[in-house]
């Protein structure tokens, strides 16, 4: 069965350092996303990406962050100075179809970033 | 902000009982509501997508509810099993479609 997979799974940086998480979605999927969980709270929404180009992105998802989908596969998410409180579980997700409410999202195992 | 609550945070039951837990959101603009489970490490699962006003999903011993004139949603396991330990999360989206709310999640720990 088709799966979203990331890696790596663990990734331990320093502070202000560039970090670059990567995924590969399901291969006929056309909307990319990234959440995160900060440990002890929700999984929050941080961004989704369609046709080469952002559709919806939250507050958290300020100039630090950006993502790309830089060939046919991969879907990245690069932060680009890591603090303290970016340290967190971040989940991609696929789904297949155009923005509706009953689109099951695909989930990834996801990637724990360490930031010390 | 769509505030998605979970209850009970954490549930230990013994291997054979049956247990539920709650899902509950604004029941005002709804539009669906999924349910996933998450072992540790592995990737979350989805297991349900609920829209109408009383339905009722089923999946081998797992069911689920939707209440959405008073914004709940409940989860059944019959007959828990060891394999049936993990965190359930459920999740809504909102009026822009893309973005899911998610509650903080049930643990459950089924004791052989």
């Avoid at chain 1, 202000?16 to 990319?32: A, D, K, M, T, W």
């Avoid at chain 1, 990234?34 to 919806?56: A, D, P």
């Avoid at chain 1, 830089?70 to 923005?99: H, V, W």
């Amino acid at each position: 069965e088709p799966e979203v997979t990331q890696t790596p799974s663990h990734q331990v940086t320093q502070m202000g350092q560039e970090v670059i998480l990567r995924c590969v979605p399901i291969s006929n999927h056309l909307y990319f996303y990234w959440y995160r969980q900060i440990l002890g709270q929700k999984v929050e929404f941080l961004v989704s990406f369609y046709n080469n180009e952002i559709s919806e992105k939250s507050e958290i998802f300020d100039d630090q962050f950006s993502v790309e989908r830089p060939d046919g596969s991969n879907f990245t998410l690069k932060i680009r100075s890591t603090k303290l409180e970016d340290s967190a579980m971040y989940f991609c997700a696929s789904s297949e179809q155009t923005r509706t409410f009953t689109d099951t999202q695909y989930f990834g195992p996801g990637t724990r970033l360490t930031v010390l | 902000i769509l505030n998605v609550e979970q209850s009970p945070q954490s549930l230990h039951v013994q291997e054979g009982d049956s247990t539920n837990f709650t899902c509950s959101f604004p029941s005002s603009n709804f539009y669906a509501l999924h349910w996933y489970r998450w072992e540790t490490a592995k990737s979350p699962e989805a297991l349900f997508v609920m829209t109408l006003n009383g339905d009722e999903k089923k999946k081998g011993r797992i069911s689920a509810t939707l209440n959405t004139k008073e914004g709940y949603s409940y989860l059944y396991i019959k007959g828990s099993q060891p394999e049936d330990s993990a965190t359930y999360l459920c999740a809504s989206p909102r009026n822009t479609g893309n973005q899911f709310y998610f509650g903080t999640g049930t643990s459950l720990t089924v004791i052989p």
